[in-house]
C-alpha cells in the first residue's frame, strides 16, 4: 500500500540510526541498536508492549546493558522520539526547498512517505505523545514550523494573485493546524488502523496524494 510514496525520506528512522552509528565508537552503536530495536517493537506491536524486556530481546543485548544508556522505558521512548521528530523536519524542510513557492505536494509527499514507512513511531507521535514531554514539545515545534512555512506560501500566493491581506494571518495558521490534523486522522486510519473501506479508495497512492494535496489548496485558499 502507497509504496510509491515511500521513496522520500529514502530510508525509516531506523534506517537511518544503522546508517548514522556505522563506524561509530561502540557505545554509539549500541546505543542506536537499542533504538533501532525499539523501532522494531513499536512496529510490530505498538507501545502498549514496548518493555525493557522486549528491547532487549530484539536488540540482542542485556538488561543491564540497557541501563547503562536509558534510566527506563519512558527515558527510551522520549529519547528515540525526540530524534524522530529532529529527522522528520529535516524530510519536511528539504521537501519545502524544492518547491517553496509551492510547498503543499512535495511536502505532503515526505509526509505520507515517513508516515508508512515510521508507522510505529508515528503512532506514539499522533496518539500516544502525553507521557513523553520532550517528544511532546519537539513535535510542537515541528508543527509550528511548518504551518507557518505553509501560511508564508498561502500569504506569497495570494499576493501573486492580487489577493493579498484578503485573509488575515491568524485565520490562515488557524486552518493550518485544522488540515494538519484532518491529514493526521486520514493517515492513521489508512495505514495505522487500516480500515477497510478507506483501504479499498486508495490503492492508487498519487490519487491518496492528489487528494490530500488537494485538501491543503482548497483549505488555505481566498
Same mark, same amino acid.
Given at each position: 500500500?502507497?509504496?510509491?510514496?515511500?521513496?522520500?525520506?529514502?530510508?525509516?528512522?531506523?534506517?537511518?540510526?544503522?546508517?548514522?552509528?556505522?563506524?561509530?565508537?561502540?557505545?554509539?552503536?549500541?546505543?542506536?541498536?537499542?533504538?533501532?530495536?525499539?523501532?522494531?517493537?513499536?512496529?510490530?506491536?505498538?507501545?502498549?508492549?514496548?518493555?525493557?524486556?522486549?528491547?532487549?530481546?530484539?536488540?540482542?543485548?542485556?538488561?543491564?546493558?540497557? +541501563?547503562? +544508556?536509558?534510566?527506563?522505558?519512558?527515558?527510551?521512548?522520549?529519547?528515540?522520539?525526540?530524534?524522530?521528530?529532529?529527522?522528520?523536519?529535516?524530510?519536511?524542510?528539504?521537501?519545502?526547498?524544492?518547491?517553496?513557492?509551492?510547498?503543499?505536494?512535495?511536502?505532503?509527499?515526505? +509526509?505520507?512517505?515517513?508516515?508508512?514507512?515510521?508507522?510505529?513511531?508515528?503512532?506514539?507521535?499522533?496518539?500516544?505523545?502525553?507521557?513523553?514531554?520532550?517528544?511532546?514539545?519537539?513535535?510542537?515545534?515541528?508543527?509550528?514550523?511548518?504551518?507557518?512555512?505553509?501560511?508564508?506560501?498561502?500569504?506569497?500566493? =495570494?499576493?501573486?494573485?492580487?489577493?493579498?491581506?484578503?485573509?488575515?494571518?491568524?485565520?490562515?495558521?488557524?486552518?493550518?493546524?485544522?488540515?494538519?490534523? =484532518?491529514?493526521?486522522?486520514?493517515?492513521?486510519?489508512?495505514?495505522?488502523?487500516?480500515?477497510?473501506?478507506?483501504?479499498?479508495?486508495?490503492?492508487?497512492?498519487?490519487?491518496?496524494?492528489?487528494?490530500?494535496?488537494?485538501?491543503?489548496?482548497?483549505?488555505?485558499?481566498?
Amino acid at each position: 500500500m502507497l509504496t510509491a510514496l515511500t521513496a522520500t525520506p529514502a530510508l525509516s528512522y531506523a534506517e537511518h540510526l544503522a546508517t548514522a552509528s556505522a563506524g561509530r565508537p561502540k557505545g554509539e552503536r549500541t546505543q542506536a541498536q537499542i533504538q533501532i530495536a525499539a523501532c522494531t517493537v513499536l512496529d510490530r506491536s505498538g507501545p502498549r508492549d514496548l518493555t525493557v524486556s522486549s528491547v532487549c530481546e530484539a536488540a540482542g543485548i542485556s538488561n543491564g546493558t540497557f +541501563y547503562i +544508556y536509558f534510566a527506563d522505558r519512558g527515558a527510551l521512548l522520549d529519547f528515540l522520539l525526540t530524534g524522530f521528530v529532529d529527522f522528520l523536519q529535516s524530510a519536511l524542510r528539504d521537501a519545502s526547498a524544492t518547491r517553496p513557492d509551492d510547498p503543499s505536494r512535495a511536502t505532503t509527499r515526505a +509526509y505520507v512517505a515517513a508516515f508508512a514507512r515510521n508507522r510505529g513511531l508515528m503512532r506514539c507521535l499522533v496518539h500516544h505523545l502525553d507521557s513523553f514531554p520532550e517528544a511532546q514539545s519537539a513535535f510542537q515545534t515541528l508543527n509550528r514550523e511548518w504551518m507557518e512555512t505553509v501560511v508564508a506560501a498561502a500569504q506569497r500566493k =495570494m499576493q501573486r494573485t492580487g489577493q493579498a491581506g484578503r485573509i488575515s494571518r491568524p485565520e490562515l495558521l488557524r486552518r493550518a493546524y485544522a488540515l494538519g490534523g =484532518m491529514i493526521d486522522q486520514y493517515l492513521s486510519t489508512l495505514l495505522l488502523s487500516q480500515d477497510p473501506t478507506l483501504t479499498a479508495v486508495s490503492g492508487d497512492p498519487e490519487a491518496v496524494l492528489e487528494t490530500l494535496t488537494l485538501i491543503w489548496e482548497r483549505g488555505m485558499a481566498p
